[in-house]
């Protein structure tokens, strides 16, 4: 059994405690786990299948995020009060769908508006329908057809797999040459499986990126404090696409009255399009922008929280997760003030040598403990198995730091004198998150 650091409520006091189990094991999984633990509304955490981090916090089970059987089993068994489905996989495969329907509570959408993720098309076509601003684009099924497109446009250029690919589906060609390579390696290496037998090609958009993460309940909608990621892999976003480097918030970019413009031409619509639709959206929104010169406009959706946009945004969250989940669930979120610090938080990813291609594991990490004496930081683990009282490493992405501070300048440089005290092999990190230039 692991060790707990979280002091569970036995309900004596006459309040009805929760067993709450949050599905996945990375490091947004970490984040949600610690947050939840703050409830002083539950009483027991399960994790499936958890990391080496969360196992201070939760007890983890050796279920797959994608067993939807085996989830649904677990939580019947256990008398699981409150399933969160965190990942993307689980989501689209209808994990949500699976517990309702054997009338169990769960938190995130149905495999029905989990479709504003999982399919790219979908997604882009619900845009062009209702009006919400996003790149000009065309889909293709057919590899020689593609070809022939990509022969005629305007570079640089975005091609996307379809459907889920680890966030790594899409390519930004610079010329004509890249962009084949591209389809080529879609939709007949097929690098992405089924993902990338339908591509979406794109018109090439400029400005600051902006994360905006927001609760709904299908008919209300909270946005929550901005942020802004990193996915490139190597300093200057430079190097391939990875399920993200670091993350700070508040975005430097995201003014009040930007944040009001997207709000009205692109979130609220949005949530409106998905009811309209009969796809009525409950869970946790993500909206990733580009502030162009014509106005914001949408890049992606995600349909859960993002990674690792989640582990500078929690920290700064005042109210009780719990609240909050509950709310949506019950589609009553317009009853719930949710409040936020004024602070700025920035995470540092912690990385495998060669992430996102090939890596090599199983090495013992040090300093975690030495960094975690540091007020206001956390360590949120995304690739670790705990062994004998030590971390190892076990995934590309290995740790995310995160410092919290007055302001983000503050808590850049807070993060990166306690990111120095970690060590494993082969470890690799950026030098420049949160950076003006970003």
Known sequence: MPKYRVRYNDGNDGVNRMKVLVVGGGGREHALVWKISQS????????????????????????PATDVEGIVRFAKQNNIDLTVVAPDDPLAMGMVDALQAE????????????????????AKNLMHKYGIPTAKYKVFDNYDQAVKYVE????????????????KGVIIAKDVYEAKGALRAMMVDKVFGQAGLRVVIEEHLTGPEVSVLTFTDGRTVIPMVSAQDHKRAYDGDQGPNTGGMGAFSPSRVYAPEVAKEVEDCIIRPTIRAM?????????????????TEQGPKVLEYNARFGDPE??????RLKTDIVDIFEAVIDERLDEINIEWEDNAAVCVVLVSGGYPK??????????????????????FHAGTK??????????????????????????????????????FENM????DIGGKRN
Do not use: W
């Open 40 to 63: 002083s509304r539950v009483s027991r955490i399960y994790c499936a299948p958890g990391n080496g981090g969360i196992s201070e916090l939760a007890e983890c089970v050796n279920i």
């Open 103 to 122: 009338g169990l509570r769960a938190f995130g959408p149905t495999r029905d508006a989990a479709m504003i993720e999982s399919s790219k098309v979908f």
């Open 428 to 431: 690799h990190y950026r030098r």
């Open 152 to 167: 005629q446009i305007e570079y640089p250029a975005v091609i996307k797999a379809e459907g889920l690919a680890l966030g």
């Open 310 to 315: 989640t582990q500078v945004v929690l920290p």
């Open 386 to 423: 705990k062994i004998g009282g030590k971390y190892y490493t076990s995934g590309g992405r290995v740790l995310g730091v995160t410092a919290i501070a007055k302001d983000l300048d503050t808590a850049i440089q807070k993060v990166y004198q306690n990111v120095e005290k970690i060590r």
């Open 358 to 379: 090939s890596y090599k594991t199983g090495y013992e990490i040090s300093g975690i403990e030495e960094v975690l004496k540091e007020p206001g930081i956390m360590v």
């Open 275 to 291: 009811a309209e639709e009969r796809r009525l959206f409950k869970g946790v929104l993500y909206f990733g922008l580009m502030l």
